[in-house]
């Protein structure tokens, strides 16, 4: 087994968010490129029909709500044109309200035009009632438009930010069913759901909201910019002079963010691992009456997870006041100096009003890039561990265009030692033959390595010294697919999924024949097992096979075994917790099971082992007796001395 770093929770702890995480998530969202470019080209869309709003304001106010004085700027007047028939009704009905120009315009002064009665001023604005009529129905277009345009943007990154989660769940997935044993001994389980479920689905707003509303945010702030300019750029300048306050608060504020939302990712990944070991050892907390300590326990780290929480509010509740209290202020700038220059006719009424409206505006793009870039620390967070989990390579070293082991001759152990840890050796110098057709059992007391043999040979772990051999070929040179086909398992402690009993058994031959699948049920003495449940064969066990009795999990195991008819049969004394009566049926599965082939036994119980061909007795890592067993019970050595214990106990 290759050393490698140990996939932590923390590994990333305290450091900067590294934005190199975005590069390492572009493979994944490349695949939807053209979806996430339509997304960005109707943002700009949008963005564009944003700033349309105030104008259209702009141009309802100064155009037919309160237009210029066609006699100059200076004059409170309302002009009329002569060529207006209407409008010249009007004028004929109260001449002694209206003057007349030089150049032959009318115009009435604005205090006067309510003493023309609401139907003659309707009458004498009726071009300015068009007008607003335009405005408002234009209005009602964009917003109509905005609305069509913000629905399929959304629809599109949705579909977009479910399919990348999609995949990035499905490769993460996959790396850990690549990862060798050694990883997943050291890490909880929990730990890993969290990475597969929360930390994916935590990512699902980077991706359908901050990477597309980023550039609407941007966009729209460089296009306020350029409007307010483009309408009275002093006024503008004197607006942008709380600009570097909420900077520095954006700033501040990301700082704070991205240290909480870290704690807040490790303090869940905590809640979880220690929810999920609480589960799987409900017995034993109850039977120990550890409930309070363990609830105290669980209290404590939940009360931790608050007091994230609450520092994360905290962040909120100072950040986004300040943000409020400097857009007011920024507001009522523009009202004092913007205010004065309408009096002074160098702003128009509707220049300010849409001025006022993309002042407001103009803070709720900087108010969301914080919140965004607040999510995307949270995001980060969580692409942080992520990553950290698909950076761990802790898998066996497979060889390229290795080739299948053929028919299993003979396995050779070659002076093999292991230890799972470097400081604490299992195996040393085990050397061992079987071969073809023959029955090998390994003794010895717990901890001896009988287990560990097993593991070796399956590939699950790879020695650190020696070599295993299947027809004088090692077994890191073969392909391990092949190799692990040509093998069969059957567990003390069998695993079975939450699935019915026929998937269980197709799990060692996903197209066996029904007919087939009759007969690995019948020789495994499954049949009164498939005949209990409900629906037969179909019948769904509960996880782990809590449903049946250990016994019946043993006789499943074997079907799945024969299932695959392989060559070499590995058993790990399926006998171990099972009563006399249960026994005898698994004695006979297994004798179904090994029947003409080549296997090896690890045996608790030395009755197990009186049939094999060649017993190994190993103690302590190292084989210091072989022999059958009427060999080594005449030696009246270590096996004799086993086999007398456990007649004396029986």
């Known amino acids: 087994m290759r050393p490698s770093a140990v996939f932590s929770e923390d590994t990333h702890q305290g450091k900067p968010v590294n934005l190199e995480l975005l590069k390492r998530l572009w493979p994944f969202v490349r695949p939807r490129r053209r979806w996430l470019a339509a997304a960005v080209a109707l943002v700009i869309g949008i963005t564009v029909l944003d700033l349309a709003l105030p104008y259209i304001t702009k141009i309802a106010i100064d155009r037919y709500i309160v237009p210029k004085s066609a006699l100059g700027p200076d004059a409170d007047l309302y002009p009329v044109s002569p060529n207006d028939p209407i409008a010249r009704d009007v004028i004929e ?14 115009a009435i002064e ?111 702030l460089a296009g306020i910019a350029a409007v307010l300019l483009g309408l009275n750029w002093k006024l503008a300048l004197v607006s942008f002079a709380v600009l570097p306050l909420v900077l520095y608060a ?139 989990l698909l950076d761990t390579d802790e898998r066996l070293a497979l060889v390229s265009g290795a080739a299948a082991p053929g028919p299993i001759a003979e396995v050779r152990f070659d002076n093999v030692g292991f230890g799972y840890l470097a400081t604490e050796p299992v195996l040393q110098n085990v050397s061992f033959t079987l071969a073809k057709g023959r029955t090998l059992a390994v003794v010895g007391p717990t901890g001896a390595g009988k287990t560990t043999i097993i593991h070796l040979l399956l590939r699950l772990y790879d020695p650190t010294a020696g070599g295993i051999r299947i027809n004088g070929t090692d077994i890191r040179q073969l392909d391990i697919d092949a190799l692990r086909r040509s093998m069969a398992l059957v567990s003390q402690d069998p ?61 499943v195991a074997i079907a799945r075994a024969l299932a695959r008819d392989p060559e070499l049969i590995i058993l790990d004394e399926a006998t171990s917790y099972i009563d006399s009566v249960t026994e005898e049926k698994i004695q006979q599965a297994m004798a179904n099971l090994v029947k003409g082939r080549t296997a090896l036994v690890v045996a608790h119980r030395l009755s197990t082992a009186r049939q094999a061909d060649c017993i190994l007795v190993l103690h302590r890592g190292r084989i210091i007796e072989q022999g059958s067993h009427d060999e080594l019970m005449a030696r009246k050595g270590f096996y004799f001395g086993l086999h007398a214990s456990q007649v004396l106990s029986a």
């Open 110 to 220: 604005r205090q006067r035009l309510g003493e023309l009665g609401t139907g003659d001023l309707a009458l004498l604005r009726h071009k300015d009632l068009n007008g607003v009529a335009r405005a408002a129905a234009v209005y009602v277009l964009v917003i109509g438009l905005h609305f069509v345009l913000t629905f399929a943007q959304m629809m599109i990154m949705e579909y977009t930010g479910q399919m990348v989660m999609h995949d990035l769940r499905v490769h993460l997935f996959a790396h850990l069913q690549g990862l060798d044993l050694a990883f997943f001994n050291r890490q909880p389980t929990a730990r890993l759901v969290t990475r597969v479920t929360n930390d994916v689905q935590n990512m699902h707003e980077l991706f359908t909201s901050i990477i597309v509303f980023a550039f609407k945010d941007l966009f729209l």
């Open 495 to 555: 695993f079975l999924f939450s699935t019915s009993l026929e998937d269980n058994v197709r799990m060692g031959a996903a197209d066996i024949h029904p007919e087939r699948l009759r007969q690995v049920l019948a020789a495994a003495q499954c049949e009164a097992l498939a005949d209990r449940l409900a629906t037969g064969a179909d019948g769904r066990l509960s996880e782990g096979g809590r449903s049946i009795s250990s016994g019946e999990r043993q006789l």
């Open 250 to 388: 954006s700033v501040h504020f990301a700082d704070k963010a991205r240290d909480v939302f870290r704690d807040l990712r490790t303090k869940v990944a905590e809640i979880n691992a220690r929810f999920a070991e609480t589960i799987a050892g409900m017995a034993v907390i109850q039977l120990f009456l550890q409930q309070k300590r363990n609830a105290d326990g669980f209290a404590g780290l939940n009360h931790a997870n608050y007091l994230a929480g609450m520092r994360q509010i905290h962040v909120f509740a100072v950040f986004m006041p300040v943000i409020e209290v400097l857009g007011t202020v920024a507001l009522a700038v523009v009202i004092f100096y913007g205010g004065g220059r309408v009096l002074l006719g160098a702003l128009t009424l509707g220049g300010l009003v849409a001025f006022i409206s993309y002042m407001r505006m103009f803070f709720r793009p900087m108010r969301d890039i914080a919140e965004k870039y607040n999510v995307m620390q949270d995001a980060l967070a969580s692409a942080e561990r992520i990553f950290g």
């Open 93 to 106: 009905r109260h001449r002694a309200l209206f003057t007349q120009s030089a150049d032959g315009h009318w």
